[in-house]
């Protein structure tokens, strides 16, 4: 870029691993046991920051104890929602290998996400590297009983203090890590969904398929709503037709029996509504790898057909009248799976078959699969290596 | 609400001008002079803080210099946006009288803005009495140009410091204020519009209606690609039929000649998608009262119609042809009325009359009506008195 005030070019400055300070915490904290571990609540001893400016670009990285931020009131982020997140997990293998999984897919979502509300981009590799070395300073906090993880957020806020509302000058991205048990204590418990024609999560021409903050607290009162009603998450729709999108903050599968007798995988396509999931790309990958490196337990793949296609709920009510619904589930990082029991839509309930394991066989499959490879029991180049 | 601990019932406290807590600032900046001031860049000496928790309910107030937050980088205002904010003016009359416009406007949707995305609310005339303290206490901050005020922006984040999506077990409200120039620096300029089908501001069953953060970052690109073609600001549509909603951040006006002849001034009416504008309302309540107490300058009242109702595009499109687009105008605080004389739609430009001035009569006449109010020159009891 030219600087308006000299005429030279600038060059911004991208994010670069090899500048990072170190700040070690003189004061570091003492992980609770497993039990007493809650989505979210408690961090670890450092976070990662990287300020930047539109002038200098991205600065110098930092990693220094876990502390509070110092924001201006008038940052725009508090006013304007000018913030986005990710979410992902590292993981820690029974001989004590460390591995994020598929950080590159989170990387690039994040840029995808930080365009479309005028934050900066950057070198994706560049903060994964620093998350590595993020996690190899906390890695005691990373639990080691099965199915637990610590769960790593990085966010990215505009911090300029004007309240105009445009691409904010300045921003601040920071990364912080959460160490998480399972997400189901005690076994699979299947949920009930509320179809909820009240509220969209999202419209066409809208933000929905980002994973910008702007998606989430309107999403707080539908829920409450729905678990007023007995139901533990919303089944979001979309349009007269009805089109199933997502559940809660999850991606959704269905499973159909087709019209002549094979299994279809479905899930609705991406598209402005739906937001390109991780996981939900995973569980797309491994069924369609079924056709050539055969997954143990799927249908054959001759009788197995994975769909991203529109899914109405009229659909679903008459594939449940003619006993062709197999299953419904949702996908995300946090649960990995999630499998749906029931769903309530119009005023009456859709009962999906889960079995004496609380979750269908294609949902334990997947969840067997994904979690393989996150914890390294099946080889993948979905793991990246963080400490061998 | 009953402890969940003690079994105790709890009255969770409202929000006490009483309990004001002041701390004045040891160093009082400097005003800028009139030519230098730029929308919310800078801010007077003092803030307002109202911590709230949901044990509890709000804290003491307190009144204290203008300086950073400390938030935890595990605030859900970061993550989730769960924030809203309201902006309103205060205006010093030629006699030194001080007055806000319509406060209890405000209050009324803060607090609804504030129920949906399930942070807490309070009572508007308490915090409104805050602001009034406020406003005193940085009195010199307002400028005594005319068409200069003192903008107060009230704003409530949520503070919990766990990732989980859910309702916000604390909050913080602030006030910050900020002294503004005129919108339009040396006369009115009108402004043209691209009438976006590519993005969404809001949807039916959405958060359009409400002034959350949430629906100002994601209009930062759309304005900016607007520019790009030329225009200066967005004029957003929804649905097939292509109805206009709003103009950037500002509601909308249109004026058309009637069938019959007759002046109608027409805004869509407060729906899912519309933000219930104070500026709107005023000039909805204006043009209303015309018929019982005349307005100089409008047309005889039965041959002046106001409606609330859906208009379109294709509407637009065949005013334009048939000569009866007589005026496009948008409102808000900011701006309170900003003429349009182009809209871009589909490839084509539609050009409406703004005559010399650069604005249409009605539109001229309601900000000579509203302005008046404002500083005192109109007596009405839409002004709150901060001091005589």
Request: charged share 20%; net charge positive; proline share 10%.
């Given at each position: 870029m030219t600087d308006p005030l000299t005429g030279k070019t600038v060059t911004l400055h991208d994010i670069d691993p090899s500048l990072v300070k170190i700040t070690p915490n003189p004061n570091p904290g003492t992980p609770l046991p497993s039990e007493k571990l809650s989505f979210g609540k408690t961090f670890t001893d450092h976070m990662l920051v990287i300020?930047?400016?539109s002038t200098e670009g991205?600065?110098?990285?930092?990693?220094?104890?876990?502390?509070?931020?110092?924001?201006?009131?008038?940052?725009?982020?508090l006013h304007y929602a000018n913030a986005l997140f990710?979410?992902?997990?590292?993981?820690?293998?029974?001989?004590?290998?460390?591995?994020?999984?598929?950080?590159?897919?989170?990387?690039?979502?994040?840029n995808r996400t930080a365009e479309r509300i005028a934050l900066p981009t950057f070198d994706g590799q560049a903060l994964t590297e620093l998350i590595a070395s993020?996690?190899?300073m906390d890695e005691r906090w990373i639990p080691s009983e099965p199915g637990h993880s610590l769960y790593i957020r990085p966010t990215l806020i505009g911090t300029q203090n004007a309240l105009g509302v445009g691409p904010s000058t300045s921003a601040l991205l920071f990364v912080i890590c959460s160490p998480v048990g399972p997400y189901y204590k005690g076994g699979f418990?299947?949920?009930?969904?509320?179809?909820?024609?009240?509220?969209?999560?999202?419209?066409?021409?809208?933000?929905?398929?980002?994973?910008?903050?702007?998606?989430?607290?309107?999403?707080?009162?539908?829920?409450?709503?729905?678990?007023?009603?007995?139901?533990?998450?919303?089944?979001?729709?979309?349009?007269k037709e009805h089109f199933l999108t997502e559940v809660g903050t999850m991606n959704l599968f269905v499973v159909l029996r087709g019209e002549d007798g094979a299994t279809e995988l479905v899930t609705p396509p991406l598209?402005?509504?739906?937001?390109?999931?991780?996981?939900?790309?995973?569980?797309?990958?491994?069924?369609?790898?079924?056709a050539s490196?055969?997954?143990?337990?799927?249908?054959?793949?001759?009788?197995?057909?994975?769909?991203?296609?529109?899914?109405?709920?009229?659909?679903?009510?008459?594939?449940?009248?003619?006993?062709?619904?197999?299953?419904?589930f949702g996908a995300g990082t946090a649960a990995i799976v999630c499998p749906v029991d029931r769903i309530g839509y119009l005023g009456e309930d859709i009962h999906v078959p889960v079995g004496e394991k609380g979750m269908g066989p294609i949902c334990e499959i997947m969840h067997r699969e994904i979690v393989g490879r996150q914890t390294g029991v099946i080889p993948s180049d979905w793991a990246y290596v963080v400490k061998e």
């Open positions: 300020p930047w400016t991205w600065a110098a990285p930092e990693i220094k104890p876990y502390g509070p931020l110092s924001l201006e009131p008038s940052s725009v982020v990710e979410g992902l997990k590292a993981y820690r293998s029974a001989s004590g290998r460390i591995t994020l999984f598929r950080p590159d897919m989170n990387m690039r979502r994040m993020l996690v190899r418990k299947p949920i009930a969904l509320l179809a909820t024609t009240k509220h969209v999560r999202a419209a066409p021409g809208g933000i929905g398929s980002y994973k910008l903050a702007a998606n989430y607290a309107p999403g707080i009162i539908p829920q409450l709503e729905a678990a007023m009603e007995g139901y533990a998450q919303n089944l979001w729709l979309q349009g598209d402005d509504v739906i937001l390109p999931g991780v996981t939900r790309d995973s569980v797309l990958a491994l069924a369609r790898s079924h490196t055969p997954i143990t337990g799927l249908p054959p793949s001759k009788d197995f057909r994975v769909l991203e296609r529109p899914i109405s709920m009229p659909e679903l009510v008459r594939a449940s009248k003619e006993s062709r619904l197999l299953e419904v």
